[in-house]
């Protein structure tokens, strides 16, 4: 007995060695959403082009939808744009749009350049409803359930690989 | 020489006031912009995450900082305007981890080490005295059995 007393400490400062280690491979700026399995938040979007509808709370829920936070100014809006045309493209789960903080007229020529893959944007301006979401950085991408509840939050660009592993994944389990 | 100390105290001055907060976020009510004041120093900048609302410069900090005003404003008692931030943003608005059951280890952790540590070393006093009971009598002085061996030794390498 008296031996094993002798490693314990090094037992101890094993593991919180090993705890530490595993924290510095995680990136502190990706923090959790504080929704996660919380219905989405009230809002009511104007719309961004004129004379289509607008992006409200009431639009979600009924089948599993994917929600992007973006802005003609974001630069990492840009490198996930193709990525969200393609989705667009091959998946018929139903994107939508929040124009956090921009220009209608910035917005609107951004999405003629690069094409729209959004099946509803809401034009954020003030940057209240980005709150309302939790959101800290755009862009932002949300996986809503069929309840209409937030069940995955991605921060920053969704690169092929997130899309891939993670949102894809996600988006066939809660189809089921 | 007089201009010069008149230059160096006004940047001085300039310099103790350089805080985030604009002139047209400021309340006019001074009491509620002191609430706000003190709330936002406890509110964590996401985007930058070591500051509070109050010192960044972020974009967000300011939506943040007005956004805490108008609640003020609006009557909402300083727990509401903070359980709001919370509820959209988690408990990592906070600069101060709040104190609740998932964050006990966080604070009472060190206490933990320490009386461990405490209890660690004595035990190993008391073990220690009692070898030395064992040995003797506790005042470290030799047994009759230790002081008859040791004259035998001394005794041996003298012959």
């Given at each position: 007995m008296p031996r094993l007393l002798f490693i314990l400490p090094l037992l101890l400062f094993g593991a919180i060695a090993a705890y530490f280690a595993v924290g510095l491979t995680k990136d502190p700026r990706l923090l959790p959403s504080?929704?996660?399995?919380?219905p989405a938040p009230e809002f009511d979007l104007p719309p961004v082009h004129d004379g289509q509808e607008g992006f409200a709370k009431?639009?979600?829920?009924?089948e599993v939808k994917l929600v992007n936070v973006f802005a003609s100014w974001c630069v990492p809006c840009k490198v996930e744009h193709p990525v969200l045309m393609r989705f667009a493209e091959t998946n018929d789960t139903p994107l939508y749009g929040i124009n956090y903080k921009d220009k209608k007229t910035d917005a609107v020529a951004w999405l003629k350049q690069l094409g729209d893959p959004y099946k509803r944007i809401g034009q954020d301006l003030s940057g209240r409803v980005g709150i309302e979401w939790g959101v800290y950085g755009v862009p932002e991408t949300y996986v809503v359930d069929r309840e209409g509840r937030i069940r995955y939050r991605h921060v920053g660009p969704v690169l092929p690989d997130a899309m891939k592993e993670k949102i894809l994944p996600l988006i066939e389990e809660l189809k089921k | 020489m007089k201009a010069f100390v008149l230059g160096l105290t006004m940047i001085f001055l300039s310099s103790l006031s350089a805080l985030a907060v604009n002139p047209d976020e400021v309340l006019d009510d001074p009491l509620l912009e002191k609430r706000a004041r003190a709330l936002s120093v406890n509110i964590r900048c996401l985007v930058c995450q070591n500051q509070s609302i109050d010192d960044s410069n972020a974009d967000l900090a300011r939506d943040l900082r007005v956004l805490v005003r108008e609640r003020l404003v609006a009557g909402d008692s300083d727990t509401e305007v903070l359980d709001y931030l919370i509820a959209r943003y988690g408990d990592f608005v906070m600069l101060k981890p709040p104190f609740k059951g998932s964050t006990y280890i966080l604070w009472f952790g060190p206490l933990i080490v320490f009386i461990l540590a405490a209890i660690g070393l004595a035990v190993y006093f008391r073990r220690r005295q009692t070898e030395y009971a064992d040995a003797g009598d506790s005042t470290g002085r030799l047994s009759s059995d230790e002081r008859e061996r040791l004259t035998r030794l001394l005794d041996r390498e003298d012959g």
């Open positions: 504080a929704l996660i399995d919380k009431a639009n979600l829920g009924g | -």
